[in-house]
């Protein structure tokens, strides 16, 4: 099971954990955000799906708690 490092700026910071397919292509994946996941045609791609995902989930649950988070980082 994942768990959420905390950064020293008291933020959250999400792993990304990619994975290659048989025909080639990347999944990645952000444990700590059940439901996470991207393909991409490269690493590189499949990184950037992600990360916009994960952005709009984070952005989501922010609206509806009505609080900032401190701080995001992706590793």
Do not use: C, Q
């Not at 994942?2 to 020293?8: M, N």
């Not at 292509?25 to 991409?40: C, F, H, K, Q």
């Amino acid at each position: 099971m994942a768990t959420v490092p905390h950064s020293p700026e008291g933020g959250e910071s999400f792993r990304i954990v990619y994975e290659t397919e048989e025909d080639g292509r990347w999944l990645a994946e952000v444990p700590e955000l059940p439901g996470v996941m991207a393909y991409g045609a490269n690493r590189n791609e499949a990184e950037v799906a992600v990360t916009a995902l994960a952005l709009r989930v984070i952005a989501d649950r922010t609206e509806r708690v009505k609080k900032p988070p401190k701080a995001i980082r992706f590793l």
